[in-house]
Nanobody, 130 residues
Framework: QVHLRESGGGSVQSGGSLRLSCTVSGDTSGYRASGAYMAWFRQAPGKEREGIAAFWPDAGKTYYSDSVKGRFTFSQDNAGKTMYLEMKSLRPEDTARYYC???????????????????WGQGTLVTVSS
């Protein structure tokens, strides 16, 4: 079983930066064997969960939603045990609960879709004030 836990959320003013972390613990051998995707999602009150950044290990490719492209950066440590989301030039519309997800399997075209991910963290809240 794999456990994911986010940290690093908080309150920041518009234009500021934050870095979120996601620690991955438990048996990740299945992830490595299947080349599972890893991703960050967010969900604002009253809105659907939005995929914002995802990584395809086998291809070494990172994908971003248009809403965060150029401002957010996905990275992970060499062991694949910690994922990061570096967020810059934050805007009030970035306010949401942010989740990391793992175990994503399926077509690369679905890499930012929540339904393909099997494991989720509890989320960390990011609030951006104007």
């Amino acid at each position: 079983q794999v456990h994911l836990r986010e940290s690093g959320g908080g309150s920041v003013q518009s234009g500021g930066s934050l870095r979120l972390s996601c620690t991955v613990s438990g048996d990740t051998s299945g992830y490595r064997a299947s080349g599972a995707y890893m991703a960050w999602f967010r969900q604002a009150p009253g809105k659907e969960r939005e995929g914002i950044a995802a990584f395809w290990p086998d291809a070494g490719k990172t994908y971003y939603s248009d809403s965060v492209k150029g401002r957010f950066t996905f990275s992970q440590d060499n062991a694949g045990k910690t994922m990061y989301l570096e967020m810059k030039s934050l805007r009030p519309e970035d306010t949401a609960r942010y989740y990391c997800a793992g175990g994503g399997l399926g077509r690369a075209s679905d890499i930012l879709r929540a339904r393909i991910y099997s494991d989720w963290g509890q989320g960390t809240l990011v609030t951006v004030s104007s």
